[in-house]
């Protein structure tokens, strides 16, 4: 894979190995002029998720329970036709394949903590919703006739 950008960094130290990735090339209906429609510009590019060795077994474990709907026997797809250059086609395809895998390997959210109400905000609103109250049901009583 010469003249690609270097290794396409997951998080932290782990990165995708160029070893694992398999690209496939096809014709693509994108932009372009005339030498378009003879010239390979789509790019796939497909990782074998469920059995990479990159990926440490926990972050395996989490991108699989998250990719599950994306995944085919384990392995992850991302497809790029946007440039004319099958080049650039390959660096889309890498970077957002690297940044799938950076969101499905996140740790998950810190739970949230439920807090009460303070008991004066909440007198508060129910003071202000009866006023609210009093103020409607006034214009209502008089006869505007």
């Known amino acids: 894979m010469d003249g690609m950008s270097g290794p396409h960094v997951i998080r932290g130290s782990v990165s ?7 690209w496939r090339f096809s014709r693509s209906s994108g ?6 429609n003879t010239s390979d510009s789509k790019v796939e ?5 469920a059995r990479t060795e990159a990926l440490p ?3 395996k474990q989490r991108a699989l329970q998250r990719l599950a709907g994306r995944l085919v026997d384990g ?17 889309a395809a890498a ?3 690297a940044a799938l895998l950076a969101e ?3 740790p998950p959210p810190k739970p949230r903590k439920p807090t009460r109400i303070p008991r004066g905000i909440n007198e508060r609103r129910l003071r202000e919703k009866k006023q609210r109250s009093e103020t ?9 006739s």
Do not use: I, Y
């Not at 932009?31 to 378009?36: E, I, K, R």
């Open 104 to 106: 499905a390997t996140a």
């Open 45 to 49: 590019l497909s990782f074998d998720l």
């Open 31 to 36: 932009p372009g002029g005339q030498h378009v």
């Open 75 to 91: 392995v992850v797809t991302v497809r790029s036709s946007e440039h004319r250059s099958q080049w650039r086609n390959r660096e």
């Open 16 to 22: 995708l190995p160029e070893a694992e990735l398999m």
């Open 57 to 59: 077994e926990v972050w």
């Open 136 to 144: 409607k049901r006034g214009r209502s009583s008089q006869n505007w």
């Open 95 to 97: 970077v957002r394949l």
